[in-house]
Nanobody, 113 residues
Framework: QVQLVESGGGLVQPGGSLRLSCAAS????????MGWYRQAPGKQRELVAA?????TTNYADSVKGRFTISRDNAKLYLQMNSLKPEDTAVYYC?????????WGQGTQVTVSS
């Protein structure tokens, strides 16, 4: 199994930046994809960005050019720049194995003046 611990959420003003971190432990050799999801109140959880073990990335259209996903061994990062109020959500780290998914506890990101 895989354990995920997230950090880095908080309150920022529009146009500001945050970096989210996710530390993975356990059977990390079995992870094939890691990603960041977010969920705002009353909305479905959506994929923000993902990265494969080979380094291939993909992003939601709403964050392209502003967010960057990266991985350093067992740590996953999401650099968020030019933040907008509509980015406000709980952000979750996800790790995919075959056939299981693992989730972090979530971290709140609030973008407001």
């Amino acid at each position: 199994q895989v354990q995920l611990v997230e950090s880095g959420g908080g309150l920022v003003q529009p146009g500001g930046s945050l970096r989210l971190s996710c530390a993975a432990s356990g059977s990390i050799f079995s992870i094939v994809v890691m990603g960041w999801y977010r969920q705002a109140p009353g909305k479905q959880r959506e994929l923000v960005a993902a990265i494969t073990s080979g380094g291939t990335t993909n992003y939601a259209d709403s964050v392209k050019g502003r967010f960057t996903i990266s991985r350093d061994n067992a740590k996953l990062y999401l650099q968020m720049n030019s933040l907008k109020p509509e980015d406000t959500a709980v952000y979750y780290c996800n790790a995919k194995t075959i056939p299981n998914y693992y989730w972090g506890q979530g971290t709140q990101v609030t973008v407001s003046s």
